[in-house]
């Protein structure tokens, strides 16, 4: 018999740690339909056929936030066997406000306590079978670090779900709002029936004042307003309203609870160490530094010591392959066409971005590492207050931050974000960031053209991109995105060691996602760009690379690029080129130019720009949109194609609009 | 008085909890409810968000959001 359970709990209670100790590496990551809110399952170790889905991190089931109404969908709606509430034991206060409204829903249920050594090591404890007595359900304490307690949680958690014994309790209120409960209750039994939601959570999201519950349910006219007269009562009898009075009521009751049950003398070594650390990492004048310094550190690692060393590793591999292909082509006699698409096309486009892949994996090692430390939410904390000016929070900070080195994980980053608001925004804005591969373009150009600046020009560009990054976000907050902002009233969490095995599984998954998502869409524009560069409408293979088809198609559209001042057809077929990954634009460059290198390249740039037209140039491949593997991502994190051009459009329309104004300003000053 | 005014290494008791909406629904749901203490632990470098400690675990917000919580200061 194959059981479906559903892992619920709060933010930093340990809910992805337990999910890898009961599935093991078997997981399947997806999105829940429709948003862009993570649904991962798997296998139940030792249990196959036995089902358990990650349910987002919440606080409570109210109907706000994208993952608080994916959670209750899902519970709802595809019923599972049984619920794993993951309780963390050093926070239970707070963590069993959301397992009271878990009850609610009348399924079968299994609290696992969490962290419980933490809680013993600091001289508390927690009398589980008072606990357990109390709420009337199954709590089996845990580490789920450690992996202890994990056995008998799925024991138990398939015994609930096959006797499919519910909550004994339900019932945590008294005097007015259990009054009010069970008067609802009355009048819409039916309709709850009828509607397969559970009688009593209904009841208690409709004192709430819970509209999506009253459409789920589909009350008459009159009933409605005997409802709204029962909260009224409630109301006033109370001096409070409903939403407080519920919170209130749930609240009072955990608190009566875990004075009975359980002994905490202070705060946990745990909490009282990351104190201490928080008097360093979040000092008023030492935080900043230091965080500039860890993000400094990180991309030093990635790009120069760890990722650049295994880059360069896997481009000698590539190499290798390649000529191990060419030869073996040549040796097969395979037409010479074939021979280029296969070797020029396919393992030159894919190859330049595969090589690309172990620098993404890092950063997402180390992405991983700030986020599961507790240390990211310290960084939204310290910087909030700079975002906020856009219609950012703080939480928007390091994604947009890892935009430097590269979009791709940028953009995959911001699966983390709350809401869909903040992660859309966000995504837009992270292209502005400009990324690393586009290093070599300000360094051909500036070597060209301003060669005893070039630092200076290399940073300004840097410095205009984010303040196009700025204005952008101003004018999204004001148009697109003037909606609620999620409320930043965030936990930070107490500092803990990063489990190795979950920063592995979270890397690989995401190079894993990298890999299968844009691999199709980079094979694609690499053999389309080759085609478009070594074949001429007649497909013939041209010898001369100002009659191919994409040099036709760069002078069709090179007056686009006139009143920027680049307007012959090589600019514009570098631009296209440079889709693949930015780098490109350079070799395409010296190909054209017929180059032997960047030195020569740097020498022929300016038979085909002024200073100024290289500076309009400069700004316009800055900010036009990003490459095919950082759309594969954004399609994939906006959860939607037609999103993903909205992106395009908008990149590369403000890129057209700056390097025009920089032109033009350039032009008017006598430049 | 409310929230954003309590200074650093300081406890109160919240009495009412204001704002609308999302905002709202996230304060109490977050464990801000009357009768509840709350100790103010630190500002943020630029000034905003604080941190406070409540209930056991460590809660940023912003003063624009504290400043919906009203309070009373609790007798040393």
Known sequence: MSLIFALAGNQNCGKTTLFNQLTGSHQHVGNFPGVTVERKEGQIKDHPG????????IYSLSPYTAEEVVTRDFLLRDKPDA????????NIERNLYLT??????RMPMVLALNMMDEVTKSGGSIDVLALSRELGIDVVPIVASRGEGIHELVDRAIAVAQEKRLPARQDFCTGEVHKAIHAISHIIEDHAREAGVPLRFAATKLVEGDEPMLQTLNIHEGDVEIIRHI??????ALGTDREAALADMRYEYITALVAKTVVKPQATAEQQRSLKIDQVLTHKYFSIPIFLGVMLLIFWLTFSVIGGTLSDWMGVGIERLTTLVENALVAARVSPVLRSLIIDGAFAGVGSVLSFLPIIVVLFFFLSMLEDSGYMARVAFVMDSLLRKIGLSGRSFVPMLIGFGCSVPAVMATRTLPGERDKRMTILLIPFMSCSAKLPIYAVFSAAFFPDYSGLVMMALYIFGIITGILAGLLLKNTVFRGNPVPFVMELPAYRLPGLQSTLLHMWQKAKDFIVRAFTIIFVASIAVWLLQSLDFGFNMVSDGSESMLAAMGRWIAPVFAPLGFGNWQSVAALITGLCAKETVVSTFIQLTGATGTAELAAALPGFFTPLQATSFLVFTLLYMP?????????????????????????????????????TAGLALGL | MTLDELSIGQSAVVTAVGGEGALRRRLLDMGITPKTSVLMRKKAPMGDPVEICLRGYELTLRLEDARKIEIRRAKA
Request: proline fraction near 2%; aromatic fraction near 6%; charged fraction near 10%.
């Open chain 1, 100 to 105: 009271l409204q878990l009850m609610e829903l």
């Open chain 1, 50 to 57: 036995n089902t358990v889905v990650d349910l987002p991190g």
């Open chain 1, 231 to 236: 909260v009224c009562d409630m109301e006033q």
């Open chain 1, 83 to 90: 619920i794993i509430n993951i309780v963390a034991a050093t």
């Open chain 1, 627 to 663: 490459c095919v593997a950082a759309m594969a991502a954004v399609r994939r994190e906006m959860g939607s194609g037609l999103k993903a051009l909205g992106l395009m459009v908008f990149q590369t329309g403000i890129a057209w609009i700056m390097a025009f104004l920089v032109y």
